[in-house]
């Protein structure tokens, strides 16, 4: 199923920038968030290294706290890191952030649009900021909203919406732009085994589109069912890398969750 | 700067004015409701030699430049609360990972505003006309009323995102702004007469340089009177410090 009626992929390899050939990479990256008092700093994300290839599903896999979102952030440049390299797009975060917020787009974890509005205007709002064309963000607007079963209530005001429908708008929102790379941070959090499917069915259709997605997630099945490959982090740390197959089986394990309990001695959905 | 993206924000910013209904009520339905009530109460009052103009009028005469002056304040309220609310709901972030510019978001932002206050002034202004209560000002005046209105909108928007940026909530910004509303609607609105003395507080409130220069408009002073014009001078001065200490505070501070 291609869902993107005109591919783009030729345009996105044009647009990317040279000073990466990679869509996505991070050298030792550390964040450390500070507090007045010394005993108040956080090392939030401790020296990973990673790079997504262009046309990739990556995920970041890790439990509550690990520094999935800081990560994000930082290559989406919403926080500056403490140490080391970031490039998306082929720019680097510290110097050519306009560049590469042209060419991202962003679902937060915390689903973000403008209560009042209904989908469509929250839609069309975002689709405004990136200068899409009024007739084509109607298109994809009208596409995205049948794939994901939320038509019915395009007209309704966001506030009114059940929390699975808020994370669905919330992810359409951050694909109008038709994005060359696009960073999911827990898109499906608070959805229903229902609708969570339903949601990954949409994920997986835009490996069709060229598109390179990072996405980040504390559910097994998840990472397993979606990405080419997954970071498992831990504090800050990344303790593996690799296709999901490859490091159930380097691991003799029966599932991802395996995986990190071997690793790290712990469970990943610890507690819930 | 980009029209499709100015367009786009001040569109859904004059949305919220209709679909979120305190903001409706602080910047509409209120003034409207202030001049309804006044107007009735004190239409009828007559007096001779009031205030510093020493004209003779109706009390509600030398009320409504204040009103007005007021009502533009009000604006201050929700745009408080919609920069806080965009910053709780992850909005503020969430545009900030767009190509937008902050000059693009402030400029709408000002934009929809000023268009709010213009609404407003003409519904007061129609309101008051009905009501009998226009009769010394020129249409010169109402237009330099307009002008003053705009102007200080902007100290407005200035005070509303300095609510924001020191307040860690919407609730909070909800109640913070009235550090700002309150005293100059007090001491510095023309409401009614105050010992000279009070002027050394009100010198420093943007309020009292619009409700002063309304007050002369209305009262029919001539253009040539240059208290009018120091008036608006003032005014400017602290319209333009406001709003660009607002918004570099807020950009710096507020955002996270
Ligand atoms: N603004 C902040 N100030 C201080 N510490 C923070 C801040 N934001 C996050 N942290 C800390 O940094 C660490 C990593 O947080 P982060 O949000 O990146 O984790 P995460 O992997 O996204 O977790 P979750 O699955 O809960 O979303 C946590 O210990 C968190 O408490
Ligand atoms: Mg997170």
Known sequence: ?272 | MKRQRIFAFVKIQLKSLIKVPTALFIILILPVALILIFGFAFGSIYVEDYGWTGQDGYLFEFMVPGFIAISGLFIAIPVALSFSEDREQGLLKRINTTPTTAAEFMVSHIISNIFMAIIQVAIIFVLTFLMGAMRYITLTGILLSFVIMIIFTLSTIGFGLITATVSKSAKAAGGLVWIFLLPQQLLASNLYPLPPETQIVTMFMPLYYASDALSLLFFGVDLGNLRIWWDLLILVAFSLVLIIAGILLFKKYGRA
Request: hydrophobic fraction near 40%; glycine fraction near 8%; charge should be neutral.
């Open chain 1, 1 to 272: 199923m291609n869902i993107m009626s005109e591919s783009k992929t030729e345009d996105f390899k044009l647009k990317f920038g040279p000073e990466n050939p990679n869509a996505i990479e991070v050298r030792d990256l550390v964040k450390i968030y500070t507090g007045r008092k010394v005993i108040e700093e956080v090392r939030a994300v401790d020296g990973i290294s990673f790079s997504v290839n262009k046309g990739e599903l990556f995920g970041l896999l890790g439990p509550n706290g690990a520094g999935k979102t800081t990560t994000i952030n930082i290559l989406v440049g919403l926080l500056d890191q403490t140490e080391g390299e970031a490039f998306v797009g082929g720019y680097d975060v510290k110097k050519n952030l306009p560049k590469i917020k042209e060419l991202i787009g962003v679902c937060p974890q915390q689903a973000s649009v403008y209560q009042y509005l209904n989908a469509k205007e929250n839609i069309e709002l975002f689709g405004n900021l990136h200068l899409v064309k009024k007739e084509v963000i109607n298109e994809r607007m009208e596409k995205f909203l049948n794939l994901l079963g939320l038509s019915k209530a395009a007209n309704r005001a966001a506030k009114k919406y059940s929390g699975g429908m808020l994370r669905q708008l919330n992810l359409i929102v951050a694909l109008i732009s038709d994005p060359a790379i696009l960073f999911l941070d827990e898109p499906t959090v608070g959805m229903d085994a229902r609708v969570r499917r339903a949601t990954w069915d949409f994920i997986n259709s835009l490996k069709n589109t060229n598109k390179t997605v990072i996405l980040t997630t504390h559910y097994i099945e998840e990472a397993e069912v979606l990405c080419d490959r997954v970071a498992i982090i831990d504090f800050g740390k990344l303790v593996a890398l690799g296709p999901p197959k490859e490091l159930i089986a380097k691991h003799g394990a029966k599932d991802l969750e395996e995986v990190f309990l071997k690793i790290t001695g712990r469970r990943i959905m610890e507690g819930l």
